[in-house]
Nanobody, 128 residues
């Protein structure tokens, strides 16, 4: 059973930065696709970014390109989301997700149902 635990959320002013972390356990992630989703108040959960664990290939939602960076640390089984130039519209609960097994097609998987393991979420609030 895959377990994902997010951390790093908090309150930040517009223009500031936060780094989220997703610690993964209970599984070998050499063939997994890791993703971040977010859900703003009153809105549906949406795809933010994903990364192939082995290939390192990334796929970003257009609204975060150039501001957010996803990375992974194989030794720590941890995925990071560095968020810079934060905007009030980035306010949401951010969820880490995993799709395993995964072999190819990073750009294909962007829906909630494409991922089979989820963390509990971490809240990010950006004040204006």
């Amino acid at each position: 059973q895959v377990q994902l635990v997010e951390s790093g959320g908090g309150l930040v002013q517009a223009g500031g930065s936060l780094r989220l972390a997703c610690a993964a356990s209970g599984h070998t992630f050499s063939n997994a696709l890791m993703g971040w989703f977010r859900q703003a108040p009153g809105k549906e959960r949406e795809f933010v970014v994903s990364i192939g664990w082995t290939s390192g290939t990334t796929n970003y939602q257009d609204s975060v390109k150039g501001r957010f960076t996803i990375s992974r640390d194989n030794a720590k089984n941890t995925v990071y989301l560095q968020m810079n130039s934060l905007k009030p519209e980035d306010t949401a609960v951010y969820y880490c997700a995993a799709r395993s097994p995964f072999y190819s097609g990073v750009y294909y998987y962007t829906r909630e149902k494409d991922f089979n393991s989820w963390g509990q979420g971490t809240r990010v609030t950006v004040s204006s």
